[in-house]
């Protein structure tokens, strides 16, 4: 018994595009590096710079292949279409909205994160002129795709797209340190590296001092005094930047201190002693008491009498100077104090001599 079936065009439609996108599918091949690591007619290594591991450069027979690029075969109404190669910072980016058999859309709307990019509009592509890695996020789009579609909203499946940096930013090093001593040549360093995908690029290097600009713009990341000086101290940094000025980035601060021929030998800073408490005399006269001799001023007639070192160094005499004046000073405050105890004696001991006496 022979039966008839018979198929509506929508269901021969849709059997076509299943079979034409599992052959698409069981299609995909993916090229490998394999054999020897190293030998005279093949070669495989991989490089340590690339961002990805995965990603690899190898040679054959003296032919360099260049990176791999992955290729994704989606079967769906709707897709949203990424940059195959890595994004770096400055970098231009541009995504697609792409329908099926290149359909036209209408309502096309771009959302990061879930989040809505502007309204809906006609436009298939959103670009973005200078990539930041702020755009870093999980980017799709949803559209409204017309005749001969099915004329719903259809929403494509999220795209990771990942914004790399391009380069760090710089770190200043000094040679031979940050304290130089004075009349040395001293080389200031700008340190950063391109990765190996964007090693064509070139950075320009400038140094600047306490917000001023000491060298501008220029290919070499080194700036050099040849002979450093006590006006050369202060606060510097880098700054390294893209041809374009797309993309550029400051170091830390770093203080540099340029020491004298008198800096190595720093004096000593002399703490004075706390005062001791006095204590209470046993006296009880209220006659005041005589003033305290003057402390014996420095003289080169009197042996024992205190000199201030010889030798170039002021500082300390200074310091010395400063410490007999506090002395002086304490033995003053020192009389008045034991003024005052003396009338506070006097007085208990008048009230003590009054009491029993009203009692009387």
């Given at each position: 018994m022979a039966g008839v079936f018979y198929f509506s065009p929508a269901l021969l439609w849709a059997a076509q595009m299943l079979l034409a996108g599992c052959h698409a599918a069981a299609s995909f091949e993916a090229l490998q590096c394999e054999g020897p690591a190293s030998t005279q007619q093949s070669m495989c290594h991989p490089e340590d710079d690339l961002t990805d591991p995965k990603e690899v450069r190898f040679q054959v027979k003296g032919y360099t292949f260049s990176e791999p690029i992955h290729l994704i075969v989606s079967y769906d109404w709707l897709i949203l279409q990424s940059p195959a190669k890595p994004i770096f910072e400055g970098d231009p980016l541009v995504l697609r909205c792409?329908?099926?058999?290149?359909?036209?859309?209408?309502?096309?709307?771009?959302?990061?994160?879930?989040?809505?990019?502007?309204?809906?509009?006609?436009?298939?592509?959103?670009?973005?002129?200078?990539?930041?890695?702020?755009?870093?996020?999980?980017?799709?789009?949803?559209?409204?795709?017309?005749?001969?579609?099915?004329?719903?909203?259809?929403?494509?499946?999220?795209?990771?797209?990942?914004?790399?940096?391009?380069?760090?930013?710089?770190?200043?090093?000094?040679?031979?340190?940050?304290?130089?001593?004075?009349?040395?040549?001293?080389?200031?360093?700008?340190?950063?590296?391109?990765?190996?995908?964007?090693?064509a690029a070139r950075l320009l290097f400038s140094f600047y001092k306490d917000g001023r600009t000491v060298r501008s713009r220029g290919p070499s990341?080194?700036?050099?005094?040849?002979?450093?000086?006590?006006?050369?101290?202060?606060?510097?940094?880098?700054?390294?930047?893209?041809?374009?000025?797309?993309?550029?980035?400051?170091?830390?601060?770093?203080?540099?201190?340029?020491?004298?021929?008198?800096?190595?030998?720093?004096?000593?800073?002399?703490?004075?002693?706390?005062?001791?408490?006095?204590?209470?005399?046993?006296?009880?006269?209220?006659?005041?008491p005589e003033p305290l001799p003057p402390l014996p001023t420095p003289s080169a007639k009197d042996p024992d009498s205190f000199s201030p070192p010889q030798g170039p160094d002021p500082h300390l005499y200074h310091q010395m100077r400063v410490l007999l004046k506090q002395i002086q000073d304490m033995r003053v405050l020192l009389g008045h104090l034991v003024i005052e105890l003396r009338d506070l004696s006097s007085h208990l001991k008048l009230e003590t001599t009054k009491g029993p006496a009203k009692h009387e």
């Open positions: 792409q329908a099926w058999q290149d359909w036209p859309l209408t309502q096309v709307t771009f959302y990061r994160d879930g989040a809505a990019l502007g309204p809906p509009g006609p436009s298939k592509e959103i670009s973005i002129t200078v990539a930041q890695k702020a755009d870093s996020g999980h980017y799709h789009c949803s559209a409204v795709l017309r005749s001969p579609g099915p004329g719903s909203p259809e929403v494509a499946s999220p795209v990771a797209l990942t914004v790399h940096e391009l380069f760090r930013a710089p770190v200043l090093r000094v040679t031979p340190s940050a304290e130089p001593q004075e009349g040395k040549p001293v080389t200031l360093s700008c340190q950063t590296k391109l990765p190996l995908q964007r090693s990341p080194e700036f050099q005094i040849p002979t450093a000086s006590e006006a050369h101290s202060g606060s510097y940094w880098c700054e390294a930047a893209t041809e374009d000025n797309q993309v550029w980035k400051q170091s830390p601060k770093l203080e540099i201190r340029v020491q004298g021929p008198s800096s190595s030998a720093a004096p000593t800073a002399l703490t004075p002693a706390p005062p001791q408490k006095a204590d209470a005399p046993e006296t009880t006269s209220t006659k005041p």
